[in-house]
């Protein structure tokens, strides 16, 4: 139960600073004085769109790894029918 709300805290982490990440992007680009700070407005949106693909990535890692045949469930809601 502990390991299952610890995965479920680190997607939420992740999707939450990708989101922080694109917002910030978005502000700095939008509030842009010279090409840097549009440079780094889009680089900073990028890598926020990056790390929001990566908790979506460990999502379904995650829910193919608690199907997996042949192991047995962590937790009893999760057993195949």
Same mark, same amino acid.
């Given at each position: 139960?502990v390991?299952?709300?610890?995965?479920?805290?680190?997607?939420?982490?992740i999707?939450?600073?990708?989101?922080?990440?694109?917002?910030?992007?978005i502000?700095?680009?939008?509030?842009?004085?010279?090409? +840097?700070h549009? +440079?780094?407005?889009?680089?900073?949106?990028?890598?926020?769109?990056?790390?929001?693909?990566?908790?979506? +990535? +460990?999502?379904?890692?995650?829910?193919?790894?608690?199907?997996?045949?042949?192991?047995?469930?962590?937790?009893?809601?999760?057993?195949?029918?």
């Amino acid at each position: 139960m502990v390991q299952r709300w610890r995965e479920e805290l680190m997607k939420m982490l992740i999707a939450l600073m990708a989101v922080a990440q694109m917002f910030g992007g978005i502000v700095v680009f939008l509030d842009s004085k010279s090409a +840097i700070h549009e +440079i780094l407005g889009a680089t900073a949106f990028g890598f926020g769109a990056c790390c929001l693909a990566l908790a979506s +990535i +460990i999502d379904v890692l995650q829910r193919q790894h608690r199907l997996m045949p042949g192991q047995q469930a962590a937790h009893p809601k999760e057993q195949r029918p």
